[in-house]
């Protein structure tokens, strides 16, 4: 078994001194989150809704908030048996009354509709659910989320340090965040890793050995077997894996990080410097450094929230690199930047030009009616370079299609399987951008974004 | 079952008019063999060697050569019992002798030595064998041709026409001569294909429907499994195939050449056009169609013969091929020329450079210690441009080693497996001549094999 030096009381002190909630921010939080439990309340009543009990949930109930965020969850929580139809009418009814008092409000859906608004500066997500008797009962997703609530506030009493540590640390490494977007860990998912773990040293600790398919079963009553990296099976519900979102990728950079952090754990593991935006001369350089072809797909930002958006640029992603190399190029990595106007998939390629001539093979010369319909449908047909027989298998040269990638895309890219509303951006107009050219595009984001693409 | 038309006999009397020995030519053939015949005699009388007996073999002896061609071979057989080294020099002292009669005289080796001598502008090899009792008895491997002779000549009478005219047509479609250059049908393999099939025609029809493992057998007497495409279970020795010597390639030609030649049977299947050299407008043409990279490796010739030098040459061709492939150039194809003073082997590369950065994949991150030790050796190291995980395994993107595939071959040629004088021929300098460059190679034949080359 190795072992590992404690990490210094002092570091950790350091960061909670920058993370933990002050007193008067706590009272504050706390303050508002008691006036729109009390304004749902008064709300229902107006409307004359029965049965309607408000619960405050998610890492604000819990005492498990990173100081400067400011996300209140309100739940509205119906009788099991009210319909479906019922629920959201009422429910966002009571909370479009809440959201008169509020700054900003804008409807939202998941599952069911939901109201976020902005209340004295507060992020707040009003959301009407199900009361259902347990969670393996669950209607809809957000109606399990008050029995994590009460599975995990008596047990991090005490910890709640601990996590906060853990997600710092897990944001210092890019891997907090369970939206599609981020494919990382939650904050539920954090607080139950320190319920199994006890402590941040000893979640860092054992993740340095993580292997893909580690379980852990805290009530020990898993159902089902989940084929996800990381399993961590709901306390609350038998059957799911609370880490299911949680990429491969994101799991092993977890374990990176962990590694990273006792050869020197150092501040810059909780608060990495942050990049800068990569200037004209550095694109430049670093074009003339790596010698190979920059490409970018260009096009206006579908204008949808980012669980829909990512998961449709991913999409897109793979579907771009499989039309590349089923037509020769070889596709060195791909990646993804999305900002407010405009979308950007990125693609390294070997080159983004290849010679006229194609290596086309046909079927073995024996198997006679396919081999004499191959060499009919090429031999001596205008574009074509030669033939020979290889390994037995009639061989064409052919005219290649497409000798460069910009061509192949600007005129197959609309035909590759792209999820709905990034088809309809990209159908509305794209723009294939390569190498120098990638200089014309401004964003500071976008620039961040390429310091760490190339 | 297929049907043909037959070929017309106006073709096959065109054909034989053009290969056909004439009388004239018959009688002084006949006439130079007798005279050397006894000469061999004479000489193992003069100097005092007992038992020798003569055998005149080959298609000379068969009436199966094509006219122009002037090979004579004279076996000088001992009895089985001689020991190996006493063939070997009371064989070349008896050849030596006719040799004096000669306009010249080269000394070879196969197996044994031999004496290749010009004698009245003949080419004559004169053999030292044993004289075994059976062809499965055989001492070495040229006692086996007088018994091919034995079989041959009584079965083929009266279908020697038939013979040449294969013959004629696998020269015609470049699949004639079985040495280790060409691959492809021996003249005995030729001779037993009519025996088999019993005319020109059948053997070619046959032949447009063979796939590899047909298998010829006409004593019934296979013993063994061959894994080659064509069988042809020797008649003389149960344990051999005739056909050994043929490539897949080869073998796939002549299927190819068969059907061409019933879809149209013309003249030219058995005397195509001559390629033309290719002009140095017509290169520069046909590179800037092609796009691809042509590199040639030329060295000086070895100074051996072919049967040496050819399957020298073809590894040569497979192992640069690998290693162009090992690091990361793609190669369209490759090809092998010699010429008297130069040899060639040719590459067809997609692109003969590659950017600088070279994407190196490691372990997977769970896999500690390996993983660790891969991510301590790259990271932060000079010329290292970034690191990344992906599906689970650290990556970097190191500095490509060898982007041009001249500097590779220039670096790297000598390391590779390669035969002994080749390797010899080589480390005493070769040149890596790129695209345009070739143009200074200016050898009409090296520019004939160009014409089919691109």
Same mark, same amino acid.
């Given at each position: ?92 009814? +009571? ?35 199900? /009361? ?25 009493? @005490? ?13 210092? @490494? @890019?891997?907090? @965040? ?61 059957? /799911? ?191 294939? +951008? ?12 976008? /620039? ?7």
């Amino acid at each position: 078994m190795e072992t590992h030096t404690g990490i210094p009381d002092k570091l950790k002190l350091a960061v909670l001194e920058r993370i933990k909630p002050t007193e008067p921010e706590k009272e504050k939080l706390l303050a508002v989150q008691e006036e729109l439990a009390l304004q749902v309340k008064a709300a229902a009543e107006r409307l004359g809704i029965q049965e309607v009990l408000v619960i405050i949930v998610g890492s604000a109930a819990r005492g498990t908030w990173l100081s400067g965020t400011h996300d209140i969850d309100i739940f509205i929580s119906f009788p099991e048996e009210t319909p479906r139809k019922e629920l959201e009418n009422l429910g966002m009814a +009571i909370a479009r009354e809440v959201a008169k008092n509020a700054e900003y409000a804008e409807d939202r859906h998941a599952e069911h509709p939901y109201l976020n608004i902005t209340y004295k500066g507060f992020d707040v997500d009003l959301v009407p659910c199900f /009361r259902v008797a347990s969670a393996s009962r669950i209607k809809s997703a957000v109606d399990r989320t008050p029995f994590h609530n009460d599975f995990v506030k008596p047990r991090i009493k @005490g910890h709640e340090d601990e996590v906060l540590l853990l997600k710092q640390f897990m944001r210092g @490494g @890019g891997v907090y @965040g369970s939206e599609l977007k981020t494919q990382g860990f939650s904050g539920y998912l954090t607080e139950l890793l320190i319920i199994h773990y006890s402590s941040f040293e000893k979640t860092v600790w054992a993740a340095c050995s993580w292997k893909p398919g580690v379980k852990i079963d805290i009530m020990k009553h898993a159902e089902i077997e989940h084929a996800e990296p990381l399993v961590m099976v709901d306390p609350t519900d038998p059957k /799911r894996n609370v880490a299911a979102a949680l990429s491969l990728d994101k799991f092993c950079m977890f374990i990176d990080h962990c590694r990273e952090f006792f050869k020197s754990p150092e501040l810059r593991c909780f608060f990495p410097t942050p990049l800068l935006p990569l200037e004209d001369s550095e694109i430049l350089e670093r074009l003339e450094v790596r010698k190979s072809t920059q490409l970018a797909i260009v096009f206006k930002t579908p204008d949808v929230v980012e669980d829909v958006l990512y998961p449709q640029l991913y999409k897109m992603e793979q579907a771009v690199a499989v039309l590349l190399k089923e037509y020769d190029f070889t596709v060195i990595k791909t990646g993804v930047w999305s900002g407010k106007t405009k979308t950007a998939v990125m693609l390294e390629l070997i080159s983004g030009t290849l010679p006229n001539v194609k290596k086309h093979i046909g079927p073995p010369v024996w198997v006679k009616v396919h081999a004499e319909k191959f060499k009919e449908k090429y031999q001596g047909v205008d574009g074509v370079f030669g033939g020979y027989i290889e390994n037995g298998k009639y061989v064409f040269e052919i005219q290649r299609k497409y000798p460069t990638a910009k061509g192949l895309l600007e005129e197959r890219l609309i035909s590759c399987s792209l999820g709905k509303q990034v088809h309809q951006s990209v159908e509305r107009g794209f723009e294939i +951008i390569e190498d120098v050219g990638i200089c014309r595009l401004k964003d500071p984001d976008f /620039r961040v974004f390429l310091r760490g693409w190339m």
